[in-house]
């Protein structure tokens, strides 16, 4: 129950643990899946289902349903002559993954020469699909191209247009190369790494703050 299904990986299997019964009638169970809790408006229904092996039973639906939804099912055992109760009603949701682009770094690019120990990095905000309004990234920085060895991995929020996040102090040393990438993520959807660029630290000074 509150499971959150990608549209791409249906339709749904329904499955339930077996139900006991004090009769000597062979069981069969009714699978009913609807869009609201009260089960009045039914998708899916499915009678004279028999029992799973492994004490399981499993329906697949014959179709995927509409993605940006929430589907609530339940489960009944009868036997022709008896019939049990429903189970509690089970939900989840149907729902279409946002698709992520990669973002495009702007400064410092190129094994530049950054003026600070603490230099902001800029980059062009990734695309996204869907509804989503805001991205947040993560930022990676470390000393070889590999990202082996990472110095560093921070979140930040997006912001209109470009993003730039300032690598806190005490993190970099004087007179290294280091290397950087972002990807940005919803809570649900990561996107891929951008391309890797570089920058040098100054080889002396560069405590400032600042653009470099």
């Known amino acids: 129950s509150g499971s959150r299904i990608p549209v ?17 009638r062979p069981l069969s169970y009714l699978f009913e899946v609807a869009s609201d809790v009260a089960f009045s ?3 899916f ?9 492994n004490g399981r039973t499993s329906v697949r639906l014959p179709q995927a349903l509409a993605t940006g939804h929430t589907y609530y099912w339940r489960v009944r055992a009868q036997d022709g002559a008896n019939t049990g109760t429903f ?4 939900f989840f949701e149907v729902y279409t993954p946002v698709i992520i682009g990669a973002a ?3 400064f410092p690019v190129g094994g530049v020469v950054v003026t600070s120990l603490a230099p902001f990095l800029t980059f062009m905000n990734a695309s996204s699909s869907g509804n989503l309004t805001r991205l947040d990234y993560h930022v990676a920085v470390a000393e070889e191209i590999t990202f082996t060895t990472v110095a560093g991995v921070w979140s930040v929020s997006e912001q209109p247009t470009s ?10 040393q004087l007179g290294r190369q280091y290397f950087w ?5 919803d ?22 703050g600042g653009t470099g």
């Open 181 to 185: 990438a972002v990807r940005g993520y």
């Open 163 to 172: 993003t730039a996040f300032q690598i806190p102090f005490g993190v970099l």
């Open 187 to 208: 809570g649900i959807s990561l996107g891929p790494w951008s391309a890797a660029e570089s920058f040098r630290t100054p080889a002396s000074g560069g405590t400032g």
């Open 87 to 90: 189970s509690p009603a089970s």
């Open 104 to 106: 495009v770094p702007v």
């Open 8 to 24: 791409s990986e249906q339709p749904v299997t329904l499955s339930v643990d077996n139900a006991a019964t004090s009769g000597v």
């Open 45 to 53: 229904s499915r009678s004279d289902v028999p029992p799973g092996p």
């Open 41 to 43: 408006n039914t998708v």
